[in-house]
T-cell receptor, first 114, second 116 residues
Framework: ETGVTQSPTHLIKTRGQQVTLRCSSQSGHNTVSWYQQALGQGPQFIFQYYREEENGRGNFPPRFSGLQFPNYSSELNVNALELDDSALYLC?????????????FGPGTRLTVL | GDSVTQMEGPVTLSEEAFLTINCTYTATGYPSLFWYVQYPGEGLQLLLKATKADDKGSNKGFEATYRKETTSFHLEKGSVQVSDSAVYFCALSFQPGGTSYGKLTFGQGTILTVHP
């Protein structure tokens, strides 16, 4: 069984640019959550997608948006990048959107904004 | 809002030493509590969990007990190994039926380094 994968591994962008990060969920998992982990901090919840619809959102501005596809893979898009967006972005997949099943995390994408 | 506070790190121990990493939480209601571990270059892995007061989660020699009266979930291990070196995160999430849709709220993490 393939685990959660994310691409790219590392990314460098400049302020004002746009970025798309990708996540392939574990087989059969219909729920994907995205987290932002700033250096030296714990992950912070960005949003969750369940069956292709946003199912909850944390305290992040609208320039953070996402998609989930019919195969349950997901994208995180960030527009108008700011220096503070530099972080490790983690996605996690689960069989359940209500927290009754374990969330499995990918290795993350390290985004650097210059 | 809900929050998790972990002890200040980093923690440096010698092999076979006793480990405690403190974790306290603030939440409206009765969350489930978790410890996750992050090894270098890897994603977060669930280490253990407890879903109600007085539950003890355990895995790989690590233990933590859900203490509602002190709103705590301290991580302990009797004898650490070099391979336990990692970053440890305490987290909470709400029970099914709540409105938190499985969102995890994490502490800031504690770096553990174990020397031979």
């Amino acid at each position: 069984e393939t685990g959660v994968t994310q691409s790219p591994t590392h990314l460098i962008k400049t302020r004002g640019q746009q970025v798309t990060l990708r996540c392939s969920s574990q087989s059969g998992h219909n729920t994907v959550s995205w987290y932002q982990q700033a250096l030296g901090q714990g992950p912070q919840f960005i949003f969750q997608y369940y069956r292709e619809e946003e199912n909850g959102r944390g305290n992040f501005p609208p320039r953070f948006s996402g998609l989930q596809f019919p195969n349950y893979s997901s994208e995180l898009n960030v527009n108008a990048l700011e220096l503070d967006d530099s972080a490790l972005y983690l996605c996690a997949s689960s069989l359940d959107s209500r927290g009754r099943r374990e969330q499995f995390f990918g290795p993350g994408t390290r985004l650097t904004v210059l | 809002g809900d929050s998790v506070t972990q002890m200040e790190g980093p923690v440096t121990l010698s092999e076979e030493a006793f480990l405690t990493i403190n974790c306290t939480y603030t939440a409206t209601g009765y969350p489930s509590l978790f410890w996750y571990v992050q090894y270098p270059g890897e994603g977060l892995q669930l280490l253990l969990k407890a879903t109600k007061a007085d539950d003890k989660g355990s895995n790989k020699g690590f233990e933590a007990t859900y203490r509602k009266e002190t709103t705590s979930f301290h991580l302990e291990k009797g004898s650490v190994q070099v391979s336990d070196s990692a970053v440890y995160f305490c987290a909470l999430s709400f029970q099914p039926g709540g409105t938190s849709y499985g969102k995890l709220t994490f502490g800031q993490g504690t770096i553990l380094t174990v020397h031979p």
